[in-house]
């Protein structure tokens, strides 16, 4: 499977961006995950495309929806009132059922929001 997310960029703190991943087949469950200067990377949220069930890191609780169209292989992140600290290359990843590990990524996508 390979992934292909788009829709990062600059924006101001408090604006919003659609991050968009593309998979080249169904997956079990995708995410999302980001990595900050200097950070380590961090999960973010994520969606089980068979059964709808979502998870999010607190931080992004409220302000980030992740969502997905399955006829397309694409899931997507919404990502409103965004933060400066939200700064970081944000990576889609996915795996299978019964896998323990997300063992598919994307290129990742730099999202950066200015105070």
């Known amino acids: 499977v390979q992934l292909q997310a788009s829709g990062g960029g600059l924006v101001q703190a408090g604006g919003s961006l659609r991050l968009s991943c593309a998979a080249s087949g169904r997956t079990f469950i995708m995410g999302w995950f980001r990595q900050a200067p200097g950070k380590e990377r961090e999960f973010v949220a994520s969606?089980?495309?068979?059964?709808?069930?979502?998870y999010y890191t607190d931080s992004v609780k409220g302000r980030f929806t992740i969502s997905r169209d399955n006829a397309k292989n694409t899931v997507y992140l919404q990502m409103n009132s965004l933060k400066p600290e939200d700064t970081a290359v944000y990576y889609c990843?996915?795996?299978?059922?019964?896998?323990?590990?997300?063992?598919?990524w994307g290129q990742g996508t730099l999202v950066t929001v200015s105070s």
């Open positions: 990843a996915a795996r299978q059922s019964g896998a323990l590990e997300y063992g598919y």
């Open positions: 969606i089980n495309t068979f059964y709808g069930s979502i």
